[in-house]
């Protein structure tokens, strides 16, 4: 499977800052997705980015899909309590499915 | 609800016992996925069946085998248990033979003492 690395590993934010995590790849990936993981719960789907240099937004969440279609950020504006969770991407060959480690984000009141 | 089933949610048991982890996938979806999550880690990629078939391999043990049966539910056997296999277990389903969207069910906490 195609390998991503994802930073940083946890993230701790004042509520209202904003907030990024990266998903870098030394190979071309086909395609990369995004989860999110609340506390005690399980991995939810946000959105996947096929094309290079893709951009989509959900309300206050910017994804980006590099040019070269090695790396990719989810970006969130203005950080709410509820954003609080783990972040993973993944990507993968048709084989396999790749998680990133996530990125644990805190957001304090 | 994401539409993915799994039980138990729950189960202890000893080093050297064996479990049985069950997944039924969303109504429709014919891709079933296996991950291994443990305290404070990423998703590891255990294993993927398609329509019954085998499909894909990640890091799974020899002592750790999966199944996908007709009516589409999966099931996870754990063998020889150690205290390393202590972890949340997640199933996922999709609908295609590709990578996709994939849905997570609640997973099965497995502990072992």
């Known amino acids: 499977g195609q390998q991503v690395m994802q930073i940083p590993q946890y993230q701790h934010v004042q509520e209202g800052e904003d907030f990024t995590t990266y998903c870098n790849s030394s190979t071309t990936l086909s395609n990369i997705q995004w989860y999110k993981q609340r506390p005690g719960g399980h991995p939810v789907f946000l959105i996947q980015l096929v094309k290079s240099g893709e951009v989509k937004k959900q309300k206050r969440l910017t994804f980006q899909f590099g040019e070269a279609k090695k790396n990719s950020s989810l970006h969130i504006t203005a950080t709410q309590t509820t954003d609080v969770g783990t972040y993973f991407c993944s990507s993968g060959s048709a084989r396999q499915l790749t998680f990133g480690s996530g990125t644990q984000l805190t957001v304090l009141p | 609800d994401s539409g993915v089933t799994q039980t138990p949610k729950h189960l202890i048991t000893a080093t050297g016992q064996r479990v049985t982890l069950r997944c039924s996938p969303r109504?429709?979806?014919?891709?079933v996925y296996w991950y291994q999550q443990s305290l404070d880690q990423g998703l590891q990629f255990l294993i993927q069946?398609?329509?019954?078939?085998?499909?894909a391999k990640g890091n799974i043990l020899e002592r750790f085998s999966a199944q996908q049966f007709p009516d589409l539910h999966s099931e996870l056997n754990l063998s020889s248990l150690e205290l390393g296999d202590s972890a949340l277990y997640f199933c996922a389903s999709s609908g295609g033979y590709t990578n996709e969207k994939l849905f997570f069910g609640s997973g099965t906490q497995l502990s072992v003492l």
């Open positions: 109504s429709g979806d014919l891709s």
């Open positions: 069946y398609y329509n019954g078939e085998e499909r």
